[in-house]
């Protein structure tokens, strides 16, 4: 079965401190979809990043990155230079096609990171 | 665009009570799910709509009913209430119920103690 694992559930860093969160999947497709969600203290949930199965570049963003690896069936995500406002639940997620014709999100536990001051 | 909405923000019931939590989405999306979120175990698809007329069940159907009579709104029936449906629910739609590609957009999230 498709499972999502993040196994942190939570980190604490120090501000300016770079960070990884750990993503690891499990599926039988060829052909699949991951992403990344930031849930901050207020709520919400907020998309970050999709990444498609064929595609094995990293990905950055400003001080955010991305290192997808299908050897390892892995989508980790880096914060370099890690400010309080990065303080959250980061979720992963695994999109799975389904037979009737549709597909789901399965998602991992998340993992709760704490920048400190 | 308000993009996905979702009222009552917060919400107490009693053990048995009744409740829908609404859901509205401006975007034309064509999938919506609704989805619970409990401390340690992420996010779980209770029912998903592919359009209007078309519902189906997720991880954790028991206790919940859903219907999509139009293409913006989608809302979630809580028949009798449980204490274990003490959650934080999340709304989600996506423009495409065909594509793996597709990113889900969420609301704000109700949280809902059952008492």
Same mark, same amino acid.
């Given at each position: 079965?498709?499972?999502?694992?993040?196994?942190?559930?939570?980190?604490?860093?120090?501000?300016?401190?770079?960070?990884?969160?750990?993503?690891?999947?499990?599926?039988?497709?060829?052909?699949?979809?991951?992403?990344?969600?930031?849930?901050?203290?207020?709520?919400?949930?907020?998309?970050?990043?999709?990444?498609?199965?064929?595609?094995?570049?990293?990905?950055?963003?400003?001080?955010?990155?991305?290192?997808?690896?299908?050897?390892?069936?892995?989508?980790?995500?880096?914060?370099?230079?890690?400010?309080?406002?990065?303080?959250?639940?980061?979720?992963?997620?695994?999109?799975?096609?389904?037979?009737?014709?549709?597909?789901?999100?399965?998602?991992?536990?998340?993992?709760?990171?704490?920048?400190?001051? | 665009?308000?993009?996905?909405?979702?009222?009552?923000?917060?919400?107490?019931?009693?053990?048995?009570?009744?409740?829908?939590?609404?859901?509205?989405?401006?975007?034309?999306?064509?999938?919506? =799910?609704? @989805?619970?979120?409990?401390?340690?175990?992420?996010?779980?698809? *209770?029912?998903?709509?592919?359009?209007? /007329?078309?519902?189906?069940?997720?991880?954790?159907?028991?206790?919940?009913?859903?219907?999509?009579?139009?293409?913006?709104?989608?809302?979630?029936?809580?028949?009798?209430?449980?204490?274990?449906?003490? =959650?934080? @629910?999340?709304?989600?739609?996506?423009?495409?119920?065909?594509? *793996?590609?597709?990113?889900?957009?969420? /609301?704000?999230?109700?949280?809902?103690?059952?008492?």
């Amino acid at each position: 079965a498709q499972k999502v694992t993040q196994a942190q559930t939570e980190i604490s860093v120090v501000e300016k401190e770079d960070v990884t969160l750990d993503c690891v999947y499990e599926t039988r497709d060829t052909t699949y979809y991951l992403f990344w969600y930031k849930q901050p203290p207020s709520g919400e949930l907020v998309f970050l990043i999709r990444r498609n199965s064929f595609d094995e570049q990293n990905e950055i963003s400003g001080r955010y990155s991305w290192n997808f690896q299908k050897s390892t069936s892995s989508f980790n995500f880096t914060i370099t230079a890690s400010q309080v406002v990065d303080s959250a639940v980061y979720f992963c997620a695994l999109s799975e096609a389904l037979p009737s014709g549709t597909y789901k999100y399965i998602f991992g536990t998340g993992t709760r990171l704490k920048v400190l001051a | 665009n308000a993009g996905v909405t979702q009222t009552p923000k917060f919400q107490v019931l009693k053990t048995g009570q009744s409740m829908t939590l609404q859901c509205a989405q401006d975007m034309n999306h064509e999938y919506m =799910s609704w @989805y619970r979120q409990d401390p340690g175990m992420g996010l779980r698809l *209770i029912h998903y709509s592919v359009g209007a /007329g078309i519902t189906d069940q997720g991880e954790v159907p028991n206790g919940y009913n859903v219907s999509r009579s139009t293409t913006e709104d989608f809302p979630l029936r809580l028949l009798s209430a449980a204490p274990s449906q003490t =959650s934080v @629910y999340f709304c989600a739609s996506s423009y495409s119920s065909a594509q *793996i590609r597709e990113t889900q957009y969420f /609301g704000p999230g109700t949280r809902l103690l059952v008492l």
